[in-house]
């Protein structure tokens, strides 16, 4: 059953560069893992600082391995280090 993940984070303004970086080199590798359907980053309008990434996958079993993927934990521990925090992962049937 296809699910979406929403992933949500918060930065500070010195850092959304390097986020806008990282999150593109996460795009990239996101872009050839089997189950992957799509995804879109979203701004929030009133929070400068703070972003949605909406990704949809085939099921949550490709979502799974995805999370576990070497490369993929390697950019998001970049990505936490940046933000401070723990990224944030909701996951939704469709």
Known sequence: MTVKIFIKRKVAADNILELTVLLKKLRALTLSQPGYIYGETLKRVDHDNECLVISTWRSQEDW???????????????????LGEKTEYAIYQV
């Open 64 to 82: 799974d391995s995805w999370v576990k993927n070497d490369q993929r934990i390697t950019i998001q521990n970049e990505i936490d280090r940046l």
